[in-house]
């Protein structure tokens, strides 16, 4: 088992910034790939970006190149989502997700979410 904590959302205006933490517990050897989803209201989870736990190889989905910023610190099992340029639309629960090497998200860990609101 792989437990989950994710923290640091909030309410900020168009424009700002937050960072989201995402800190792993339990089987850590299970993290092969970290990655944040977010749900809006009304909207299906989306997912947002991820990171590959051994080097650090990124993905991001297109509407948050260039202004989100996905990182981990291995030492503390910890990863980060930097949100930057914030906008109403971006305004969603976001989750944090771990997945091993021959699974996908879904047969994967969750945490409980941390809301985001961007005012306009």
């Known amino acids: 088992q792989v437990q989950l904590v994710e923290s640091g959302g909030g309410l900020v205006q168009a424009g700002g910034s937050l960072r989201l933490s995402c800190a792993a517990s339990?089987?850590?050897?299970?993290?092969?790939?970290m990655g944040w989803f977010r749900q809006a209201p009304g909207k299906e989870r989306a997912f947002v970006a991820s990171?590959?736990?051994?080097?650090?190889?990124?993905d991001y989905v297109d509407f948050v190149k260039g202004r989100f910023t996905i990182s981990r610190d291995n030492a503390k099992n910890t990863a980060y989502l930097q949100m930057e340029s914030l906008k109403p639309e971006d305004t969603a629960i976001y989750y944090c997700?771990?997945?091993?090497?021959?699974?996908?998200?879904?047969?994967?860990?969750w945490g409980k979410g941390t809301q985001v609101t961007v005012s306009s």
């Open positions: 990171i590959r736990w051994s080097d650090g190889r990124t």
């Open positions: 339990g089987r850590t050897s299970l993290l092969f790939r």
């Open positions: 997700a771990v997945r091993s090497e021959h699974s996908d998200y879904e047969s994967g860990y």
